[in-house]
């Protein structure tokens, strides 16, 4: 009986640590998974009776969910917390952007076995939870096509800097084409078919080719649903606020102006937007432009011509992380154009699932923090893009939370 009592109070054990874990490797995610005031890197910390709530740090966290699945850290109970980067303890062979262990333990007063000398004994059970590397390339870029050759095209004397990775899902003998005396330094580059690299070209790492077709991260990503029109064939010029809603015939925006547009969803239905003369300026915080087709022609992205561009997506909600959006349906060799050096700044993801792009942006010393999920993607020029840790910026995120241990 003393046994089976003992096995029980091992299950509740094991069950609050694992939820205990998961609880704070999942407030680590959502708090950017670097040591700090809230994500806490400690070891052999022992869980307060009555644990903050709601929790302020990663072992408030663990605490809170061991309390309220049977281990509240009180008399004859105890919680002990752990956490750190790299290696957990329990479990070195994984590697974690940060892990938290869980140990949960009970001393038991014995019944029956007293007659034997054993007036009590411990049961204890113990989890680690982590970050785990989910994104394994790090990726930035995408090429969607499965079939062409050139999906990712460099030519000329471009140079692409990346602390990130390429993923390129074509299956093409040319897939990956990079030509001239271009150079493309990158993280990771994997292709699903096979690379021409120019002898006079400088790409590092060398390709990894053979790879299987990585899916579209994006690939669940409702597309938004609209009727009616709130505006019709919008040509902007001047100081002018805009709001969201949806702009059948698109919007031209006239040389000189400059637009601001207000945070929310901007559905382009028809038209698409275009950019093209100098000396205009554009700039939205928190914004989605959702580019479609019902009833009116359909037009590309074109922001070029030395525009000054500043724009970031959304940080939270259904289009987290997501600027620019391509209707599915929408399957045209027609290309956008986006990007013109250090006077256009882009923070966040630009998927066109079915679209072609021409991409420039930034400048060794301006960076962009966005990905780049396309159909085909042409390089012209310099680019510059740098990795988003968290997946906040780009709405991909890099890690998942699991069980280690």
């Not at 990158?186 to 590092?204: E, F, I, M, Q």
């Not at 580019?291 to 724009?311: M, P, Q, R």
Request: aromatic letters at 8%; proline letters at 5%.
């Amino acid at each position: 009986m003393d046994t089976g009592y003992g096995y029980f109070i091992k299950q509740v054990a094991q069950a609050a640590s694992d939820s205990a874990a998961m609880a704070g490797a999942a407030m680590a995610q959502s708090s950017g998974g670097v040591c700090g005031a809230t994500v806490l890197c400690q070891s052999d910390t022992v869980c307060a009776a009555n644990p903050t709530s709601p929790p302020v740090t990663t072992f408030d966290a663990a605490c809170l969910y061991a309390k309220v699945n049977g281990f509240p850290s009180t008399g004859n109970q105890k919680v002990i917390i752990s956490g750190g980067t790299g290696k957990p303890p329990s479990n070195s062979g994984v590697t974690a952007s940060y892990w938290i262990t869980v140990t949960a333990t009970q001393t038991l007063a014995l019944g029956f076995s007293r007659i034997l000398g054993f007036n009590t004994a411990a049961v204890s059970a113990q989890a680690t939870s982590g970050l785990i590397q989910s994104n394994s390339s790090g990726g930035c870029m995408w090429i969607l096509d499965p079939l062409i050759n050139s999906a990712f095209n460099e030519s000329g004397s471009g140079n692409v800097h990346a602390n990130c990775g390429i993923i390129v899902n074509s299956s093409g003998a040319g897939a990956l084409n990079v030509s001239g005396s271009a150079v493309l330094q990158v993280s990771a580059l994997k292709v699903v078919g096979g690379a021409v690299l120019s002898n006079n070209s400088t790409v590092s790492p060398t390709p990894i080719i053979g790879i299987s077709p990585v899916d579209d991260p994006f690939a669940t990503l409702p597309a938004p649903t609209f009727s009616g029109c709130d505006y019709v064939n919008l040509q902007p010029h001047g100081t002018v606020t805009l709001s969201p809603g949806v702009y059948c015939g698109g919007l031209k925006i006239a040389a000189g102006s400059t637009i601001t547009f207000n945070s929310g969803l901007y559905i382009l239905n028809g038209g698409g937007l275009m950019v093209s003369s100098n000396n205009a300026t554009l700039n939205g915080t928190e914004v989605t432009f959702y580019n479609t087709s019902s009833g009116y022609s359909f037009g590309t992205f074109a922001i070029t011509g030395g525009a000054t561009v500043n724009f970031t997506a959304p940080r939270s909600g259904t289009y987290k992380g997501v600027l620019f959006f391509q209707d599915r349906n929408i399957n045209t060799s027609a290309n956008n154009a986006i990007g013109g050096g250090a006077s256009q700044n882009y923070t966040g993801s630009i998927y066109l699932p079915t679209g072609y792009l021409t991409f420039v942006g930034g400048s060794q010393t301006h960076s962009l923090t966005a990905a780049l999920i396309v159909k085909n993607l042409n390089i012209s020029g310099d680019a510059y893009l740098e990795r988003d840790p968290t997946g906040d910026l780009i709405g991909i995120p890099q890690t998942t939370v699991g069980l280690i241990q």
